[in-house]
Protein backbone atom coordinates (compact mmCIF):
# COMPACT_ATOMS: atom_id res chain seq x y z
CA UNK A 1 0.00 0.00 0.00
CA UNK A 2 1.67 3.61 -1.31
CA UNK A 3 -0.54 6.41 -0.43
CA UNK A 4 -0.45 10.43 -0.44
CA UNK A 5 -2.23 11.80 2.43
CA UNK A 6 -3.04 15.26 1.33
CA UNK A 7 -4.46 18.41 3.57
CA UNK A 8 -4.32 21.65 5.27
CA UNK A 9 -1.87 22.22 8.24
CA UNK A 10 -4.40 20.65 11.28
CA UNK A 11 -6.84 18.71 8.90
CA UNK A 12 -5.70 15.57 10.40
CA UNK A 13 -3.23 13.80 8.35
CA UNK A 14 -0.62 13.31 10.99
CA UNK A 15 -3.41 11.24 13.02
CA UNK A 16 -4.47 9.29 9.85
CA UNK A 17 -1.47 8.52 8.88
CA UNK A 18 -0.60 7.19 12.37
CA UNK A 19 -2.97 4.69 12.09
CA UNK A 20 -2.80 3.53 8.66
CA UNK A 21 0.52 2.28 9.38
CA UNK A 22 -0.75 0.90 12.40
CA UNK A 23 -3.19 -1.05 10.46
CA UNK A 24 -1.33 -2.08 7.02
CA UNK A 25 1.97 -2.74 9.22
CA UNK A 26 3.90 0.51 6.36
CA UNK A 27 5.99 2.79 7.15
CA UNK A 28 5.05 6.83 8.20
CA UNK A 29 6.69 9.24 6.05
CA UNK A 30 6.34 12.24 7.27
CA UNK A 31 8.18 15.44 5.88
CA UNK A 32 7.44 17.51 8.89
CA UNK A 33 8.44 15.15 11.66
CA UNK A 34 11.56 14.57 9.78
CA UNK A 35 12.44 18.10 9.54
CA UNK A 36 11.95 18.57 13.07
CA UNK A 37 14.75 15.94 13.74
CA UNK A 38 16.81 17.63 11.79
CA UNK A 39 16.60 20.88 13.26
CA UNK A 40 16.83 18.90 16.88
CA UNK A 41 19.56 17.32 15.73
CA UNK A 42 21.77 20.53 14.55
CA UNK A 43 22.41 18.82 10.90
CA UNK A 44 23.34 21.23 7.52
CA UNK A 45 18.99 20.77 6.55
CA UNK A 46 17.92 21.43 10.14
CA UNK A 47 19.94 24.92 10.13
CA UNK A 48 18.74 25.48 6.71
CA UNK A 49 15.17 24.57 7.51
CA UNK A 50 14.55 26.18 10.83
CA UNK A 51 13.69 29.30 10.49
CA UNK A 52 11.72 28.97 7.02
CA UNK A 53 9.51 26.92 9.56
CA UNK A 54 9.12 28.97 12.06
CA UNK A 55 7.83 31.18 9.61
CA UNK A 56 5.72 29.47 8.29
CA UNK A 57 7.21 28.93 4.99
CA UNK A 58 7.83 25.96 2.52
CA UNK A 59 11.57 24.43 2.64
CA UNK A 60 13.19 24.61 -0.49
CA UNK A 61 12.17 21.38 -2.87
CA UNK A 62 15.99 19.91 -2.81
CA UNK A 63 16.11 19.35 0.39
CA UNK A 64 12.57 17.81 1.42
CA UNK A 65 13.33 15.37 -2.02
CA UNK A 66 16.59 14.77 -0.74
CA UNK A 67 15.27 13.56 2.38
CA UNK A 68 12.72 11.57 0.86
CA UNK A 69 14.83 9.90 -1.36
CA UNK A 70 17.22 8.61 1.16
CA UNK A 71 14.19 7.61 3.49
CA UNK A 72 12.99 5.18 0.27
CA UNK A 73 15.74 3.41 0.46
CA UNK A 74 15.09 2.28 4.64
CA UNK A 75 14.08 -1.18 4.42
CA UNK A 76 10.85 -0.52 5.98
CA UNK A 77 9.37 1.29 2.91
CA UNK A 78 9.43 -2.20 0.98
CA UNK A 79 5.96 -3.24 2.44
CA UNK A 80 4.46 0.22 1.35
CA UNK A 81 4.11 3.94 3.03
CA UNK A 82 2.29 6.96 3.77
CA UNK A 83 3.67 9.70 2.51
CA UNK A 84 2.28 12.46 4.92
CA UNK A 85 3.06 16.32 3.76
CA UNK A 86 5.37 15.56 0.12
CA UNK A 87 4.69 16.57 -1.90
CA UNK A 88 3.88 20.22 -1.07
CA UNK A 89 4.64 21.66 -4.51
CA UNK A 90 4.37 20.99 -8.32
CA UNK A 91 8.61 20.77 -8.76
CA UNK A 92 8.20 18.47 -5.75
CA UNK A 93 5.10 16.12 -7.20
CA UNK A 94 7.66 16.04 -10.12
CA UNK A 95 10.51 14.65 -8.52
CA UNK A 96 8.52 11.82 -6.16
CA UNK A 97 7.44 10.43 -9.95
CA UNK A 98 11.04 10.38 -10.95
CA UNK A 99 11.66 8.46 -8.07
CA UNK A 100 8.89 5.71 -7.72
CA UNK A 101 10.40 4.93 -11.64
CA UNK A 102 13.82 4.66 -9.95
CA UNK A 103 12.51 2.54 -6.97
CA UNK A 104 9.10 0.70 -8.57
CA UNK A 105 7.41 2.09 -6.64
CA UNK A 106 3.67 2.81 -7.55
CA UNK A 107 1.51 5.11 -5.80
CA UNK A 108 -2.37 3.25 -5.24
CA UNK A 109 -4.05 6.36 -4.02
CA UNK A 110 -4.38 9.94 -2.73
CA UNK A 111 -6.22 11.07 0.05
CA UNK A 112 -6.97 14.72 0.60
CA UNK A 113 -8.50 15.54 4.28
CA UNK A 114 -11.04 18.72 3.37
CA UNK A 115 -11.11 20.96 6.20
CA UNK A 116 -12.69 24.62 6.55
CA UNK A 117 -9.84 27.16 7.23
CA UNK A 118 -11.84 28.90 10.25
CA UNK A 119 -11.53 25.13 12.19
CA UNK A 120 -7.68 24.25 11.34
CA UNK A 121 -6.51 27.64 13.11
CA UNK A 122 -8.84 26.30 16.32
CA UNK A 123 -7.73 22.96 15.97
CA UNK A 124 -3.91 24.02 15.49
CA UNK A 125 -4.04 26.58 18.34
CA UNK A 126 -4.47 24.13 21.50
CA UNK A 127 -2.18 20.64 19.78
CA UNK A 128 0.13 19.62 22.11
CA UNK A 129 2.40 16.44 22.25
CA UNK A 130 4.24 13.86 24.51
CA UNK A 131 7.94 14.52 24.51
CA UNK A 132 8.65 10.75 25.12
CA UNK A 133 6.78 8.44 22.39
CA UNK A 134 4.91 12.00 20.65
CA UNK A 135 1.47 10.90 20.85
CA UNK A 136 -0.61 13.98 19.54
CA UNK A 137 -3.19 15.71 22.34
CA UNK A 138 -5.14 18.98 21.96
CA UNK A 139 -6.08 21.50 24.78
CA UNK A 140 -10.03 21.33 23.67
CA UNK A 141 -10.77 17.92 21.70
CA UNK A 142 -8.18 15.33 22.94
CA UNK A 143 -7.12 16.01 26.56
CA UNK A 144 -4.98 13.02 27.71
CA UNK A 145 -6.93 10.66 30.28
CA UNK A 146 -5.22 10.98 32.92
CA UNK A 147 -3.99 14.90 33.67
CA UNK A 148 -0.33 15.80 32.29
CA UNK A 149 0.46 11.79 31.78
CA UNK A 150 0.41 10.26 28.33
CA UNK A 151 -1.66 7.88 27.26
CA UNK A 152 0.24 5.81 24.97
CA UNK A 153 3.58 5.71 27.31
CA UNK A 154 2.73 7.23 30.76
CA UNK A 155 5.61 9.97 30.14
CA UNK A 156 4.83 13.14 32.05
CA UNK A 157 6.26 16.00 29.31
CA UNK A 158 4.35 17.36 26.71
CA UNK A 159 5.96 19.84 23.72
CA UNK A 160 4.06 22.28 21.61
CA UNK A 161 5.40 22.98 18.05
CA UNK A 162 6.71 27.01 17.81
CA UNK A 163 5.22 27.23 14.27
CA UNK A 164 1.54 26.03 15.97
CA UNK A 165 0.45 29.70 16.63
CA UNK A 166 -2.19 31.40 14.75
CA UNK A 167 -0.05 33.89 12.81
CA UNK A 168 2.21 31.45 11.77
CA UNK A 169 -0.67 28.60 10.90
CA UNK A 170 -1.90 31.37 8.23
CA UNK A 171 1.22 31.58 6.96
CA UNK A 172 1.19 27.95 6.50
CA UNK A 173 -2.59 27.88 5.39
CA UNK A 174 -1.57 30.35 3.10
CA UNK A 175 1.28 28.26 1.45
CA UNK A 176 -0.76 25.23 1.38
CA UNK A 177 -3.40 27.09 -0.81
CA UNK A 178 -1.18 28.72 -3.05
CA UNK A 179 1.62 25.98 -3.07
CA UNK A 180 0.05 23.04 -2.91
CA UNK A 181 -3.54 22.56 -3.70
CA UNK A 182 -2.51 23.32 -7.56
CA UNK A 183 -1.06 19.75 -7.29
CA UNK A 184 -4.54 18.28 -6.68
CA UNK A 185 -5.78 18.16 -10.34
CA UNK A 186 -2.04 16.79 -11.55
CA UNK A 187 -3.18 13.77 -9.11
CA UNK A 188 -6.89 13.83 -9.52
CA UNK A 189 -6.38 13.58 -13.84
CA UNK A 190 -4.24 10.19 -13.19
CA UNK A 191 -7.13 8.69 -11.19
CA UNK A 192 -5.70 8.48 -7.89
CA UNK A 193 -7.98 11.40 -5.88
CA UNK A 194 -10.12 10.62 -3.48
CA UNK A 195 -11.54 14.11 -0.77
CA UNK A 196 -12.54 13.09 2.72
CA UNK A 197 -14.79 15.25 5.08
CA UNK A 198 -11.71 16.22 7.57
CA UNK A 199 -14.83 17.70 9.57
CA UNK A 200 -15.92 14.43 10.82
CA UNK A 201 -14.94 12.54 14.26
CA UNK A 202 -11.23 11.12 13.87
CA UNK A 203 -12.90 7.17 13.96
CA UNK A 204 -15.51 8.47 11.12
CA UNK A 205 -12.48 10.20 8.80
CA UNK A 206 -10.42 6.76 8.94
CA UNK A 207 -13.71 4.80 8.48
CA UNK A 208 -14.06 7.04 4.77
CA UNK A 209 -10.21 6.17 4.15
CA UNK A 210 -10.57 2.60 5.12
CA UNK A 211 -13.80 2.62 2.37
CA UNK A 212 -11.63 4.25 -0.44
CA UNK A 213 -8.59 1.71 0.04
CA UNK A 214 -11.12 -1.52 0.17
CA UNK A 215 -12.42 -0.50 -3.30
CA UNK A 216 -9.05 -0.50 -5.37
P1 LIG B 1 4.07 19.74 8.84
O1 LIG B 1 4.52 19.03 10.07
O2 LIG B 1 3.78 18.83 7.71
O3 LIG B 1 2.96 20.72 9.11
O4 LIG B 1 5.32 20.63 8.36
C1 LIG B 1 5.87 21.63 9.20
C2 LIG B 1 6.75 22.57 8.37
O5 LIG B 1 7.81 21.82 7.79
C3 LIG B 1 6.05 23.22 7.18
O6 LIG B 1 5.34 24.40 7.55
C4 LIG B 1 7.25 23.53 6.28
O7 LIG B 1 7.98 24.65 6.75
C5 LIG B 1 8.12 22.30 6.49
N1 LIG B 1 7.80 21.21 5.52
C6 LIG B 1 7.28 19.99 5.79
N2 LIG B 1 7.14 19.27 4.68
C7 LIG B 1 7.57 20.05 3.66
C8 LIG B 1 7.64 19.89 2.26
N3 LIG B 1 7.22 18.75 1.65
N4 LIG B 1 8.12 20.92 1.52
C9 LIG B 1 8.54 22.06 2.09
N5 LIG B 1 8.48 22.30 3.42
C10 LIG B 1 8.00 21.31 4.20
Redesign the pocket.
Known amino acids: MRLILFGP ?2 CG ?2 TQAELLCREFGIAHL ?7 DAVSAGTEIGLR ?1 QE ?2 E ?7 D ?2 VGI ?1 SDRFDQKDCGKGFVL ?6 VA ?1 AESLDELLVEKRFELDRVIEIKVADELLIERISGRFSCSECGAGYHDRFRLPKRANTCDTCGGTGFTR ?1 K ?1 DNEM ?1 VR ?2 LN ?1 YHTQTEPLLPYYNNRGLLAPVDGMAKIEDVTAEIQEILSVR
Open positions: PGKGSTGNMLRAIMAGALVPDAVIDGFPRTQRDTQRS
